[in-house]
């Protein structure tokens, strides 16, 4: 294949472009904004870290296509498994830098309760992600390349997951009796109405019953070298990576590598080259998948480390001591993972509009007890969220990618179901395809295995879905110039 | 803005997808491809930059020759040769 490569825009040399200029402009907001934030407190240098990981991640994902809902729908839609390769790169690397974090005591990290609710939620998601045409974060970097689609995706995220997770109704009664004595029985405080709510009655009486375990725990290795290196970093997440590159090799990229090499009997050496030809196929993915694998691990070392320094467990803390108190949880806490995360932050911002808007959703475990619903301006993670869409913005602009893309009907539809579908299922499954996969398979919790399971299962139905969509579409045109 | 697919010359055909993000552009390519005949070319327009990636893995796998890319502007026009 030899390609002609053009860039059609002629003028000024590319420093002075318009376009490099605007992406300057966005990095410097960037800088002023930091600063400010420093002049009113040095301590916000904690949520500083969010908006500057963010930044960095923005740049990578938009940098190399990154996006997680691309690995599983391009495998079924169009049997591309150029992202799916990226995703495993950035699984590994992930892993290893987190072994590292966790061995130095840094890590931040908490495994998710595994139950058969990742499953379904994952699949709701991954049938969701298919209509949208990104996943959590994939969302948030096309946004910055100014596609409208994708901001509603995230409003669409936003406010369904904040509704899930706060509404009461009719639905309540769907509940098994089981779950909301065994809610009863936890004894939470009476503001925070536990048997009320199908969501807080599911987390207190059917979640906060499961367990959640690294691996290195279950075999009674948690906190021992051994187990972090051997059963986190290489059980949990090394060999599955190695077994699905292997897979993804033999039945999407194998035969069409034998064939543009001419191979009719390979050796193992061919075998290894087709391999790594896999690896490279796309650069700009895998210096990616490189770059955020490394990143993931050194944000949870640096909040770790801000947290030792400041003596907290959570930003919470450092907010009442800066005398913030809005918004904080009944526990004086705010959703603050310490690593990459996206859905959690994007439901406060919903559920904080609708709290503006009178309809109370402190009253719920997620918001109320849990994540608290802070100030847009004091909420870290979902800075980090902003963060993502900048990078993205400054790296589009820089690239001359950058442009304003309206939604059409057909399109704002598709976003928004497929938005409201991924924040229910995200919610269901206790986090997104970064927060219940990418962040738990490298910290050795397989329940991220099991969100990846759900997700295929659900985003397989959902190219199916899709493609019947477009064919029944096409069928309704009758020129030879249909589809 | 709807898709489009049109016949432009003997041979040549053209598919704009401006105003589409991922998946419509890289299956309705697939499609294209499908539908139009060995040495046949198609101009494909596009502005979902995320999409470049998968239609350029689509191609090396399928064997058809992507040999001409005009990018700028946020859009892209991509002639690909049907194997």
Request: proline share 3%; glycine share 12%; aromatic share 12%.
């Amino acid at each position: 294949m030899s390609v002609v490569t053009a860039n059609t825009a002629t003028g000024p040399h590319w420093l002075l472009r318009k376009s490099s200029l605007q992406a300057l402009s966005v990095f410097l907001l960037v800088v002023a904004g930091s600063l400010l934030a420093l002049a009113q407190d040095t301590r916000f240098v904690y949520m500083l870290v969010y908006v500057w990981f963010g930044l960095a991640y923005g740049m990578l994902l938009q940098y190399g296509r990154f996006c997680m809902a691309s690995a599983v729908r391009d495998l079924f839609a169009v049997k591309v498994p150029r992202m799916a390769v990226g995703m495993m790169i950035a699984v590994a690397l992930y892993a290893v830098v987190a072994a590292v974090v966790t061995l130095a005591g840094f890590s931040t990290f908490h495994p998710n309760a595994m139950g058969w609710h990742i499953v379904i939620g994952a699949a709701i998601f991954g049938f969701g992600i298919v209509f949208t045409g990104g996943c959590a974060s994939g969302s948030l970097y096309k946004a910055g390349e100014g596609n409208m689609n994708s901001m509603l995706v995230i409003l669409a995220i936003s406010f369904s997951q904040a509704i899930v997770v706060s509404a009461s109704g009719w639905w309540d009664s769907l509940v098994p009796q089981s779950w909301i004595e065994s809610a009863k029985a936890k004894e939470m405080p009476e503001e925070l109405s536990v048997t009320e709510g199908w969501f807080d009655i599911f987390t207190a009486g059917h979640i906060w019953d499961l367990k959640g375990a690294t691996t290195a725990d279950m075999f009674d290795m948690g906190g021992t070298t051994a187990g972090v290196v051997w059963m986190n970093t290489m059980l949990t997440a090394i060999l599955p990576v190695a077994i699905i590159l292997v897979v993804l090799y033999v039945f999407y990229y194998r035969k069409g590598h034998l064939r543009r090499t001419g191979k009719a009997s390979p050796t193992l050496g061919d075998e290894i080259a087709g391999m790594w030809a896999m690896f490279t196929s796309s650069k700009n993915t895998a210096i990616a998948g490189i770059g955020l694998g490394i990143l993931a691990g050194l944000h949870m070392y640096v909040t770790g480390a801000l947290r030792e320094h400041y003596e907290i467990f959570n930003f919470g803390e450092l907010l009442v001591a800066m005398g913030y108190t809005n918004g904080l949880s009944i526990q004086d806490t705010v959703f603050d993972p310490g690593y990459w995360y996206i859905t959690t932050q994007e439901a406060q911002w919903g559920g904080w509009i609708m709290q503006q808007l009178g309809i109370n959703s402190m009253d719920s475990i997620f918001f109320g007890l849990d994540n608290g619903l802070p100030n847009p301006l004091l909420n870290a993670p979902g800075f980090m969220s902003i963060g993502i869409i900048l990078g993205a913005s400054v790296m589009a602009l820089a690239r001359r990618e950058f442009k304003w893309k309206m939604p059409s009907w057909e399109t704002a539809f598709f976003a928004i179901v497929g938005g409201t579908l991924m924040g229910i299922g995200a919610r269901l499954a206790m986090g997104c395809n970064i927060g219940a996969f990418f962040a738990t398979v490298t910290n050795g919790d397989p329940s991220g295995w099991v969100f990846l399971f759900g997700m295929v299962i659900g985003a397989y139905i959902g190219v199916k879905a899709f493609t019947w969509y477009m064919d029944w579409s096409d069928s309704r045109k009758t020129s030879e110039c249909g589809l | 803005m709807a898709m489009t697919f049109n016949k432009i010359a003997d041979h040549e055909w053209e598919l704009n997808v401006c105003g589409y993000t991922c998946p419509h552009p890289q299956m309705y390519t697939k499609k294209a491809l499908q539908k139009i005949d060995s040495g046949d070319v198609l101009s494909l327009v596009f502005d979902n930059p995320s999409s470049g990636e998968s239609i350029m893995a689509m191609c090396e796998a399928e064997g058809n020759d992507l040999f001409d890319r005009q990018d700028g502007g946020g859009s892209f026009t991509w002639k690909i040769r049907k194997a």
